[in-house]
């Protein structure tokens, strides 16, 4: 992978200037009596909303979160933006965390979102790790996501985890962002595991302190706190890829050709595909970058004008 892509992923995520956004928190409860942290642009009812579900260690400070809420507030828009658990620095209560299959608790995020807000239209996208679970959650749920949603977008989301998993274990991608990932993930596993003491007897703390790729991190703490036999067991059944022919609304899958950790050997064919899914792959864009312009100007980041494009493209 050239140098271009990790310039491609690090400048709109570290460099660039973001536009300022306020936000009113909420925290939800869970079916499981846990709780997670969610933030809205606005609190109003009815309207059109969009639920953006993050990436890896993200949130609503991420830089691709800033972006998109800040353009569709400009079109009145309303933007939910829920942490998935242990994120948005909220510790939760119950001996799990989150994992990028975790389609249930997108499933019941979006119907929360719809019961409350009652919107006009709902929208959803998700990011990554959360764009993966998203689409994980629309071809297992077609009927209900048909019921509920208007247009789907997944952005720079690993399909195939096996692959981008792999790939994220290796070379620069180890050392510029599986190391980053691990810096706040191994602290946060460890304090569930203190939390719940019985946890010790299934998960080998040593392993997870000394855990230098996400790999072993998922070998060691995310498969076996979620029920998955290995690290390959989790990544294989978490990937989105073989649901995509089930997916029931009109979806937009965005990545970036020269993604450092998304092999682009690992996107969908057409033939891999829903009719209802759209495939646009641009030659550049890095990881969730898609900077245009110069980094130095706030509104200069490409992505939520693709989105907004993608959803203002849909038929009424």
Same mark, same amino acid.
């Given at each position: 992978?050239?140098?271009?892509?990790?310039?491609?992923?690090?400048?709109?995520?570290?460099?660039?200037?973001?536009?300022?956004?306020?936000?009113?928190?909420?925290?939800?409860?869970?079916?499981?009596?846990?709780?997670?942290?969610?933030?809205?642009?606005?609190?109003?009812?009815?309207?059109?909303?969009?639920?953006?579900?993050?990436?890896?260690?993200?949130?609503?400070?991420?830089?691709?979160?800033?972006?998109?809420?800040?353009?569709?507030?400009?079109?009145?828009?309303?933007?939910?933006?829920?942490?998935?658990?242990?994120?948005?620095?909220?510790?939760?209560?119950?001996?799990?965390?989150?994992?990028?299959? $975790?389609?249930?608790?997108?499933?019941?995020?979006?119907?929360?979102?719809?019961?409350?807000?009652?919107?006009?239209?709902? @929208?959803?996208?998700?990011?990554?790790?959360?764009?993966?679970?998203?689409?994980?959650?629309?071809?297992?749920?077609?009927?209900?996501?048909?019921?509920?949603?208007?247009?789907?977008?997944?952005?720079?989301?690993?399909?195939?985890?096996?692959?981008?998993?792999?790939?994220?274990?290796?070379?620069?991608?180890?050392?510029? @962002?599986?190391?980053?990932?691990? @810096?706040?993930?191994?602290?946060?596993?460890?304090?569930?595991?203190?939390?719940?003491?019985?946890?010790?007897?299934?998960?080998?703390?040593?392993?997870?302190?000394?855990?230098?790729?996400?790999?072993?991190?998922?070998?060691?703490?995310?498969?076996?706190?979620?029920?998955?036999?290995?690290? $390959? $067991? @989790?990544?294989?059944?978490?990937?989105?890829?073989?649901?995509?022919?089930?997916?029931?609304?009109?979806?937009?899958?965005?990545?970036?050709?020269?993604?450092?950790?998304?092999?682009?050997?690992?996107?969908?064919?057409?033939?891999?595909?829903?009719?209802?899914?759209?495939?646009?792959?641009?030659?550049?864009?890095?990881?969730?970058?898609?900077?245009?312009?110069?980094?130095?100007?706030?509104?200069?980041?490409?992505?939520? $004008?693709?989105?907004?494009?993608?959803?203002?493209?849909?038929?009424?």
């Amino acid at each position: 992978m050239s140098f271009l892509s990790h310039l491609d992923t690090i400048i709109p995520a570290k460099l660039a200037r973001k536009p300022t956004i306020s936000l009113t928190r909420e925290v939800w409860s869970t079916p499981d009596n846990d709780r997670i942290a969610v933030d809205h642009s606005s609190t109003q009812l009815s309207g059109k909303r969009l639920v953006l579900f993050h990436g890896l260690e993200g949130g609503s400070s991420s830089h691709y979160a800033k972006y998109i809420v800040a353009k569709l507030q400009q079109v009145g828009w309303a933007v939910t933006l829920p942490h998935f658990r242990t994120c948005g620095e909220l510790a939760n209560l119950q001996p799990r965390a989150y994992h990028a299959g $975790d389609y249930e608790e997108i499933g019941w995020i979006i119907q929360q979102v719809a019961n409350q807000f009652r919107p006009t239209e709902l @929208y959803v996208a998700g990011v990554s790790l959360g764009g993966n679970a998203l689409l994980h959650w629309l071809g297992k749920a077609p009927h209900l996501a048909h019921q509920l949603v208007k247009g789907a977008a997944a952005i720079s989301a690993p399909m195939n985890l096996l692959k981008a998993g792999n790939a994220l274990n290796i070379g620069w991608n180890k050392k510029l @962002y599986g190391n980053y990932f691990l @810096y706040s993930l191994k602290p946060k596993a460890l304090a569930i595991i203190r939390q719940h003491p019985a946890l010790s007897s299934q998960l080998n703390v040593g392993k997870i302190e000394n855990a230098t790729t996400i790999g072993e991190f998922d070998e060691y703490f995310t498969a076996p706190l979620h029920g998955f036999k290995s690290v $390959d $067991d @989790y990544w294989e059944k978490a990937s989105s890829l073989p649901l995509l022919k089930q997916i029931s609304v009109p979806t937009l899958l965005l990545n970036a050709l020269n993604d450092p950790f998304i092999p682009a050997d690992s996107l969908p064919s057409s033939n891999d595909v829903s009719s209802l899914v759209t495939r646009q792959f641009p030659a550049r864009g890095g990881h969730v970058g898609f900077q245009k312009g110069c980094f130095l100007a706030k509104q200069n980041n490409a992505l939520p $004008d693709i989105v907004l494009n993608y959803f203002h493209s849909l038929p009424n």
